[in-house]
């Protein structure tokens, strides 16, 4: 028997062809707008999801602010840690022995923030932002009242306590702002 020559296969090349691709794509559930209004490209993109779509307009200024924050925080809190009778001295400008190891565990809980401050200069994520400004303001109000109540009870009005009092809240509109700010951005799509 003599074998029959077949003619050459003819290969369907899909990629060219629009409509298979498109058929594909939709099987596949890729290509189309999820419920975010976002379109993935592959797959992989969607069952692993974006995290790019969270990023944040950042206000002007705010990591500058959190840097100078952090770096504040712990210079005060190495200043408590190491001399405490004279950080006390300074700020009420009266002189008391007894008082080292509350400042001492103030130092030890501001060098706790300072911590998370710097964190949150390098973080991307803007809840740990959020949160870190938030700690930030609760710290300079509480500072704030704190003081407050002390020169009261002192019955007297140092200088330097007056410029502590001053710079919190001065610190804590700046910091309310950020994070208001912050708050009120939304997250860009790309």
Known sequence: MASKSHPPLMKKHSQSDLVSRLKTRKILGVGGEDDDGEVHRSKLSQMLGNDIKYQVREPVGLRLWIAISAFAFTVMA???LVCPNQL???VFEE?????????RLYGGAL?????????????QEKVIIQWTLLSE???FAVQFLVTSVTLVEMGSLPNAAVL???SRVLFLLVTLFYYYHLGRGRAKKI
């Open 95 to 103: 002189e008391i022995s007894n008082t080292s190891i509350s400042i």
């Open 78 to 80: 190495l200043m408590a």
């Open 111 to 123: 060098l706790s923030l300072s911590l998370i401050l710097w964190n949150g200069v390098y973080t």
């Open 164 to 166: 502590l009092l001053l």
């Open 137 to 139: 303001a609760c710290y």
């Open 88 to 90: 006390y001295e300074v």
